[in-house]
């Protein structure tokens, strides 16, 4: 692993379809990354997702890819508010989904690589 990248790995007890909607749905990115209203997305590559920090400014996340129910990847300009993403002042990151066993639940894989 790069010592540029974190990663995380929790399971939810949902089912991948939900997990996915809560990634990538507007008024449920609002909520959990945002002021509580829907965001502004374009949900493709290239695509932006607007996250809504009040006070601390708005961030134009990049869409990098996205592999409806199990893949999602954003660049988001942390240090830079309103500013674009690019691949030389963001993070990427990584969310990758992958249902467990028979009950109703999923893996949830996180990753941020940070271009230095």
Known sequence: MSPDRIEREITIAAPVERVWAVLTEPEHVGQWFGQG????MDLRPGGIML???GDAGTYPARIEKVEPPRYFAYRWASAYP???A????STLVEF???PEGAEPGCAWRRAASRAW
Do not use: F
């Open 51 to 53: 996250l809504d920090h």
């Open 82 to 84: 309103g500013e674009a």
């Open 86 to 89: 690019t691949d030389d002042n």
């Open 37 to 40: 209203k829907p965001t502004q």
């Open 96 to 98: 990758t989904l992958i």
